[in-house]
């Protein structure tokens, strides 16, 4: 089962600083029909203004991922943690028994960002948070696991979830293959260009949901820049 969920019918909201579009029901935006997808629970796409940014909030037993696609975010929290996190890289957080922070655009251009939270197996755990580079050339062609909890993926940022996000940066042409396996469901979207999913066709933003499916394969029509959260 693939199903593409085109960026424009997607929900969301025009904050003047934040220009946020929803692939599941969140904050004002409710659909009962996406509510989440399998353990995903959020997936934001967000362009925040330069100089802007939301100020410190909580959150709790949440793995909230933040792929940046353009600019910087900057983060900062009550556990003393601060960091830049530049387009192409990844920060991870998992709120635990609770966080606050802050993320704010310091740059001089608007940032865009994929903001994904997925809901934990472990609850009431010590927040955490950590950010690492993540070069597009070691991607180029393949998937490269970003964020997991998987204790083999060792170059990963770990997260405490039976999950994994994944990128991969395909010239026109080019396509790379990800074994999702039974029982599990995938969510891609493109940060960048046009592609097709198994044969059907999607486009920058757009959200592709999928289930009942042994591999995936992504193939790019336009040069391309794929994101893909594997979940139960």
């Given at each position: 089962?693939i199903?593409?969920?085109?960026f424009?019918?997607?929900?969301?909201?025009?904050?003047?600083?934040l220009?946020?579009?929803?692939?599941?029901?969140?904050?004002?935006?409710?659909d009962?029909k996406?509510?989440?997808?399998?353990?995903?629970?959020?997936w934001?796409d967000?362009?925040?203004?330069?100089?802007?940014?939301?100020?410190?909030h909580?959150?709790?037993?949440?793995?909230?991922?933040?792929?940046?696609?353009?600019?910087?975010?900057?983060h900062?929290d009550?556990?003393g943690n601060?960091?830049?996190?530049?387009?192409?890289?990844?920060?991870?957080?998992?709120a635990?028994t609770?966080?606050?922070?802050?993320?704010?655009?310091?740059?001089?251009?608007?940032t865009?960002?994929f903001?994904i939270?997925?809901?934990?197996?472990?609850f009431?755990?010590?927040?955490?948070?950590?950010a690492?580079?993540?070069p597009?050339g070691?991607?180029?062609?393949?998937?490269v696991?970003?964020a997991?909890?998987?204790?083999?993926?060792?170059?990963?940022?770990p997260?405490?979830v039976?999950?994994?996000l994944?990128?991969?940066?395909?010239?026109?042409?080019?396509?790379a293959?990800?074994?999702?396996?039974?029982?599990?469901?995938?969510?891609?979207?493109?940060?960048?260009?046009?592609f097709?999913v198994?044969?059907?066709?999607?486009?920058?933003r757009?959200?592709?949901?999928?289930?009942?499916?042994?591999?995936?394969?992504?193939?790019?029509?336009?040069?391309?820049?794929?994101?893909?959260?594997d979940?139960a």
């Amino acid at each position: 089962m693939i199903e593409v969920r085109p960026f424009e019918q997607l929900g969301g909201a025009q904050h003047g600083w934040l220009n946020a579009r929803h692939h599941f029901s969140f904050a004002d935006y409710y659909d009962p029909k996406r509510m989440s997808w399998g353990q995903l629970r959020v997936w934001n796409d967000d362009e925040i203004a330069a100089h802007s940014g939301f100020p410190p909030h909580p959150h709790h037993d949440m793995e909230i991922i933040t792929y940046v696609r353009q600019g910087a975010i900057t983060h900062k929290d009550n556990l003393g943690n601060q960091g830049r996190t530049e387009a192409g890289d990844v920060q991870v957080m998992s709120a635990g028994t609770g966080i606050a922070h802050s993320e704010y655009n310091l740059e001089d251009q608007t940032t865009t960002i994929f903001q994904i939270w997925i809901t934990p197996d472990q609850f009431d755990s010590p927040p955490s948070w950590g950010a690492k580079p993540f070069p597009k050339g070691e991607r180029a062609g393949t998937f490269v696991t970003l964020a997991s909890g998987n204790p083999d993926d060792h170059d990963a940022l770990p997260i405490r979830v039976n999950a994994r996000l994944l990128a991969a940066t395909l010239n026109a042409g080019q396509s790379a293959e990800y074994t999702l396996g039974s029982g599990r469901k995938a969510y891609l979207v493109g940060a960048s260009g046009v592609f097709e999913v198994n044969g059907v066709a999607a486009k920058a933003r757009d959200g592709v949901a999928i289930a009942d499916t042994e591999v995936i394969r992504v193939t790019a029509i336009e040069d391309s820049e794929i994101v893909l959260v594997d979940v139960a």
